[in-house]
């Protein structure tokens, strides 16, 4: 079970867990609550971010409380400060952390060092996981169940964290099917394969969709700021959007580069900006969770 001290992994959720964080979600969608009135969130990214960063600061907002943002830009950073001294002095002022890292390993010892409850807004290319949260709740408003879906996830398996973290939730219910679609240098981490069923290269793409016919594509961009010399890229082209079942949907955590063109968003299958407006309610019940649970909030 949760011990809603940290989020730093979703193998720290159990399916009740998630279950929960859903339902408290939707409450937030019907009804905001300002919970955490004079409570301070510190938004420390350490990496780019719009949409993570600045849903958490929304939700905050919502939630009736306030938002301390450190960015390396303009901060002692630029003097030599460390990032274990940053987050010690941000989480000092704060009650309770975000932290964003752009490498991976790391990010349980930074939520150790917090001292408040800390969460993992992306670590390297590790886990992302209140974006998989927020994809699973996108999931389920559309198809209204987490279980016996087909699941197609296109693109940069390999360094795309939120795939890791959806592939790791959507593993806890019963009869989904995930497979993945990638470049040849972008599959899997072999620690991961156990969870798909079945593999197809990109080059296949077309008939890889044909066959599946998924319930939902999950695309991703090429990690070009990660990429160790592998090349990859994949596009959704008009035709292969027009060959899904109807009632599939495509999501995509964003930001893309050319994966989605921008005039297939009409298309009320493809859903990202449904889907990244959804990061507000789930990270309203993220917080208010763990800041409940540690008897901040009445
Ligand atoms: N989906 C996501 O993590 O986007 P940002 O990098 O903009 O936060």
């Known amino acids: 079970m949760w011990d809603r001290n940290s989020l730093v992994s979703v193998t720290q959720l159990s399916r009740s867990d998630i279950e929960e964080i859903l ?29 993570t960063e600045k849903s958490f600061q929304s939700a905050m907002y919502r939630l009736g409380g306030q938002v301390l943002t450190h960015k390396d830009a303009g901060s002692s950073r630029e003097k030599g400060e460390t990032k274990e001294d940053t987050i010690r002095i941000l989480a000092g002022y704060a ?12 990010i ?14 992306g670590d390297g290319s590790n886990e992302h996981p209140t974006q998989s949260l927020l994809d699973a709740f996108t999931i389920m408003q559309e198809h209204g169940r987490l279980e016996n879906l087909r699941i197609a996830f296109l693109g940069d398996l390999k360094y795309g964290r939120t795939v890791h973290s959806l592939m790791k939730v959507l593993s806890l219910f019963p009869g989904n099917e995930m497979y993945s ?7 899997l981490p072999a620690e991961m394969r156990f969870i798909e069923a079945g593999h197809y290269d990109v080059e296949n793409m077309e008939k ?16 070009k700021e990660r990429l160790k ?25 964003l930001p893309r580069s050319n994966e989605i063109n921008a005039d297939m968003d009409s298309d009320p299958r493809v859903i990202p900006f449904k889907q990244a407006r959804n990061g ?18 009445e």
């Open 108 to 121: 349980m010892r930074y939520a150790a060092l917090a001292g408040v409850p800390a969460i993992n807004a």
């Open 23 to 51: 339902s408290v979600a939707s409450s937030f969608v019907r009804e905001p609550r300002e919970l955490c009135k004079g409570k301070i969130l510190a938004n420390i990214f350490f990496e780019p971010s719009t949409r």
């Open 208 to 223: 890889a969709l044909n066959e599946i016919k998924p319930d939902v594509v999950y695309c991703t961009r090429v990690q």
């Open 95 to 106: 009650d309770i952390a975000v932290i964003r890292d752009d490498e991976e390993g790391q």
């Open 229 to 253: 010399g592998e090349k990859g890229s994949y596009i959704m082209h008009r035709e292969i959007l027009e060959a899904l079942p109807t009632t599939c949907r495509v999501l995509h955590p």
């Open 181 to 187: 679609i990638t470049p040849s240098s972008l599959t």
């Open 280 to 297: 507000v309610p789930v990270r309203m019940a993220v917080i208010s969770m763990m800041l409940k649970a540690k008897k901040e909030l």
